[in-house]
């Protein structure tokens, strides 16, 4: 009888690991199902539009500033040159002067320049 209880007792472990086989398999089933349909879908999908170069270049908003180019200024404007001293005088000009005196000399600049910049421009321009 101990024989009978001991094969029974096998039999049953062999039982307990194939139904365990037979659960893993079917979680792996259905975790590559899943994979599938989602590649199946992502390759049947049509794909969205994206805007063209000349597209993204026409919505481009520019923010420079256009410099007019005037015939009628004297020629000693142009010989303006800012000196050491006039350097300290230019940190004390507000962003507004600075830009007009950019405009003058026909140096263009972006509408977004910070005073730094503005005043580093007009130090190179001289």
Do not use: C
Not at 14 to 38: D, E, M
């Amino acid at each position: 009888m101990e024989f009978f209880h001991g094969v029974i007792a096998l039999l049953s472990g062999i039982v307990l690991v194939l139904s365990g086989l037979v659960a893993w398999l079917y979680v792996q089933q259905s975790r590559h199902s899943q994979a599938i349909n989602a590649l199946a879908i992502a390759l049947t999908t049509v794909p969205p539009s994206y805007p063209t170069a000349e597209e993204v270049i026409a919505k481009h908003e520019d923010d420079r500033v256009t410099v007019e180019d005037h015939d009628d200024h004297d020629e000693e404007d142009d010989d303006i040159e800012v000196s050491g001293e006039d350097m300290t005088d230019l940190k004390s000009k507000t962003v507004v002067q600075l830009r007009e005196m950019l405009t003058e000399k026909g140096i263009p600049f972006n509408k977004s320049d910070k005073k730094g910049t503005l005043i580093s421009l007009v130090q190179a321009a001289s």
